[in-house]
């Protein structure tokens, strides 16, 4: 991809994913394709916060101003980005509201009501819904929005600071299972004090690499440890008669997640979706010949895959075939079955991989065995694929002048001093990300003092 915003915007448009022209900056509107894929990553991320106790919640979209400004911290993160509410019909409110940038300060007051008593921990709830940032650069849609309209949060409440770093840690586990199902690489790093959510006391970020060499962030998970719940009085009764403030985390991720799928798994042409995830998982190209027919099979065949559960689409418009493959490999179908008077004929069918262009022929008996072993080896091909191609694109620095080279995202190891990681960015460009969770220990490349393995990268 020469020019990946040309490209990534293109796909959308193309693909009909998301509609870019709603007269607001920063705000888009999603098709109906794109919906569809929105649902089932999301339908993928909600099983695995259900599987493991989460319950979902939702909660107002408006946050009075003066709970918004309780945490003075977490405010001081946020007052450029915030959204004001002002008046109401042709009247001044009596309080400004804020749309939601996130929603620490419209949950936990309701939390503080909740939690009486050691009894009702842990809670653990989550939310989709949209938030708002007055983002002053420039937009990319899906990336750099104004409202983030599928903001997952999850926000829960422990007895002890053990039991919500022991939730941290389950949260990440929740997250490598998200992104590995959808076969997107990642990094998981511990970010720098000064690069660390506001109010919280340490936060994790996942982050991906985009085909412009820039880190994109698609998940965090955030420790609160007592902050927030001093000041909204979540408190609860413990064994032992006394009072005692919860400790707390937070986690969420956006619909960078999907961008990142887009552009993981895409081509000059267009995405090729992961056959767990696509809207439509096979297509059905009817081929007529000489005044020959081929639709009366091609629905028994669109009949058979849809009575198995697949997400099918018998196209039976009037253009070519040339232009109905050339439209649906834009739109990211991983499997095209081609149906003309040999199929007929032979009462078999023509498979055709998107990410290969692999070509396989099945008989209608062993249509829907066939055609699910095939789905499973495009999803794995395309894992790998993406998993090699974030491999080749590290490079492992093990002196300073080893960040002269070319490079996308360096791997190298620093002591964690923000001297250290801003003599860094100086010399490249780039960020620190930050010390990776899972990294191993060395010497810092700019100071010598111990370090850990750490990441340098151009972001958004």
Not at 85 to 102: I, N, Q
Not at 222 to 243: A, M, P, T
Not at 327 to 347: A, F, N, Y
Request: net charge negative.
């Amino acid at each position: 991809m020469k020019d990946f915003t040309e490209w990534f915007e293109r796909v959308l448009t193309e693909a009909e994913l998301v509609d870019t022209r709603y007269p607001v900056k920063g705000m888009y509107v999603w098709l109906p394709y794109g919906m569809k894929l929105r649902s089932l990553v999301l339908r993928l991320l909600r099983e695995l916060l259900d599987q493991t106790g989460h319950q979902e919640v939702l909660f107002p979209l408006l946050i009075p101003e003066d709970q918004l400004g309780k945490e003075a911290e977490h405010i001081r993160g946020f007052e450029n980005q915030v959204f004001w509410v002002t008046r109401g019909g042709g009247a001044d409110l009596d309080v400004k509201l804020a749309l939601r940038p996130t929603s620490e300060t419209a949950m936990y007051p309701m939390f503080s009501l909740w939690v009486r008593s050691h009894t009702d921990l842990p809670l653990k709830v989550y939310q989709v819904v949209s938030v708002f940032r007055c983002e002053t650069k420039m937009t990319k849609p899906l990336i750099r929005v104004r409202e983030v309209t599928t903001f997952k949060e999850a926000h829960t409440v422990h007895a002890t600071a053990e039991e919500a770093q022991k939730q941290v840690r389950e949260a990440v586990e929740i997250y490598k299972r998200f992104f590995d199902a959808l076969g997107i690489p990642y990094f998981i790093t511990r970010r720098p004090p000064w690069d660390t959510f506001a109010g919280a006391e340490y936060s994790i970020a996942f982050d991906t690499l985009s085909p412009e060499g820039k880190s994109l962030q698609i998940g965090t998970v955030h420790y609160l440890g007592q902050k927030f719940s001093k000041v909204f009085g979540i408190e609860y009764l413990d064994r032992d008669g006394s009072h005692k403030f919860a400790y707390q985390t937070c986690y969420g991720i956006s619909e960078r997640v999907i961008a990142s799928l887009i552009f993981t798994h895409g081509d000059e042409l267009g995405p090729c979706f992961p056959p767990s995830v696509a809207p439509i998982q096979v297509v059905i190209i009817p081929i007529p010949f000489e005044g020959r027919d081929p639709l009366p099979f091609s629905r028994e065949v669109e009949e058979r895959l849809r009575k198995a559960g697949l997400r099918v689409e018998l196209d039976a418009g009037e253009q070519r075939p040339g232009e109905k493959y050339y439209k649906w490999d834009r739109k990211g179908v991983p499997l095209r079955i081609e149906i003309g008077p040999r199929e007929m004929e032979s009462r078999r069918v023509t498979l055709v991989a998107r990410d290969n262009r692999e070509k396989i022929e099945a008989s209608l008996e062993e249509l829907e065995s066939r055609t699910r072993e095939i789905l499973d080896r495009i999803e794995e091909r395309l894992k790998q694929r993406a998993r090699e191609r974030m491999r080749e694109r590290v490079v492992e620095a093990r002196s300073l002048e080893d960040l002269t080279g070319e490079g996308e995202i360096f791997r190298l190891f620093w002591c964690g001093k923000k001297e250290c990681a801003e003599r860094l960015e100086t010399q490249t460009g780039m960020s620190v990300l930050g010390q990776e969770v899972e990294g191993v220990e060395g010497n810092c490349l700019v100071c010598g003092e111990e370090g850990k393995s750490s990441l340098l990268a151009k972001s958004y």
